[in-house]
């Protein structure tokens, strides 16, 4: 199959499709708390198979997770004015056209997502991940999410200890930014551990 680069709308379906379609596949974080520590025990997967081997009592939990970190991707991920801009952090092929009621932009794929407390009975939380293949990005190769919080090693590792601020809701992006805007908010995270973000709303 191939990925329609540009749609009328975002939508669930489409965002399935290049997500299947993706090389880097599915990251999932199963998050455990401990009271005597701020850190948090983390593992990522590959791909969603992964995760329901893990969890073979709760495949619809998994399935529910990826879900929502899809519908978080089309509200948080970053939002470029043009393909190249897009493509520079991200990489080739890494971005699609999204023309919306107020407006088009260009946004990368979805290139896997992390979950905490999956089987908690309350709430659990998930949010995609990104990756990049460019030689230009400061995270080529390793795990972003979309506000640039960059997980240290590369894509191979699938063990973490995060802080609980890592999986904080994201604001929602409602503006474009230029060529080497996220990559600034990367480096700039990497050195203050800043929260703050350059292209909500």
Not at 13 to 20: E, P, W
Request: charged share 20%.
């Amino acid at each position: 199959m191939t990925q329609q680069k540009r749609s009328k709308h975002i939508n669930l379906s489409q965002m399935r499709k290049a997500f299947a379609l993706k090389p880097l596949a599915v990251g999932v974080a199963g998050v455990l708390l401990s009271a005597c520590t701020q850190r948090q025990d983390a593992q990522i997967y590959t791909n969603l198979d992964d995760c329901k081997d893990d969890y073979p009592d709760a495949p619809q939990r998994c399935e529910a997770a990826y879900q929502r970190a899809v519908d978080e991707a089309q509200r948080t991920a970053p939002r470029f004015g043009t393909e190249s801009d897009c493509e520079y952090e991200f990489g080739d092929n890494r971005c699609q056209y999204v023309q919306t009621n107020s407006g088009s932009f260009f946004m990368p794929f979805m290139a896997g997502y992390m979950v905490s407390q999956l089987m908690s009975p309350n709430r659990y939380y998930s949010q995609p991940l990104y990756t990049s293949t460019s030689p230009y990005s400061s995270f080529r190769s390793r795990w972003v999410t979309a506000d640039g919080y960059v997980f240290d090693g590369n894509i191979r590792k699938r063990n973490y200890r995060v802080r609980p601020d890592t999986l904080k809701t994201k604001p929602t992006v409602t503006r474009t930014m230029s060529r080497g805007g996220f990559g600034s908010s990367v480096r700039a995270k990497s050195s203050w551990g800043s929260s703050r973000s350059g292209w909500g709303g």
